[in-house]
């Protein structure tokens, strides 16, 4: 299990626990956490599942591939940490991971 706080827009927070090898996405959907809609249930077909991830975890989370860089395309305000949660598999080394929710999905 690892540990992952939501960050909402207006600052508050979620920490939740996650089984490894599950996505940030699937955990944020199980536990209703407000702002991931996940409209098309984690195949990188869409942006709903977008995210800030904390600058401090970028160098963990690595790099996003060149299909979720398309995706992020039809994201809103798409910045150099966004990623699609979707696309974020849950390890070990992700425990205490950060990520803030845009104000709204693409």
């Known amino acids: 299990m690892a540990k992952i706080t939501y960050v909402q ?3 508050s927070k979620q920490t939740i626990e996650g089984e490894i090898d599950a996505t940030v996405m699937e955990v944020a959907v199980k536990n209703q956490v ?7 249930g984690g195949a990188c077909a869409c942006a709903t599942c ?21 995706m992020l395309d039809f994201a809103y305000d798409i910045r150099e940490t966004s990623r699609l949660s979707c696309q ?3 390890k070990d ?6 990520v803030h ?6």
């Open 50 to 70: 977008h995210v800030y991830v904390a600058e401090d975890w970028i160098s963990v989370t690595g790099a996003p591939s060149e299909m979720e860089e398309d």
């Open 93 to 98: 080394e992700l425990d205490g991971l950060n």
């Open 101 to 106: 929710i845009p104000e709204q999905q693409g």
């Open 34 to 40: 407000a702002g991931i809609d996940a409209d098309c």
């Open 9 to 11: 827009p207006d600052g």
């Open 88 to 90: 974020l598999k849950i």
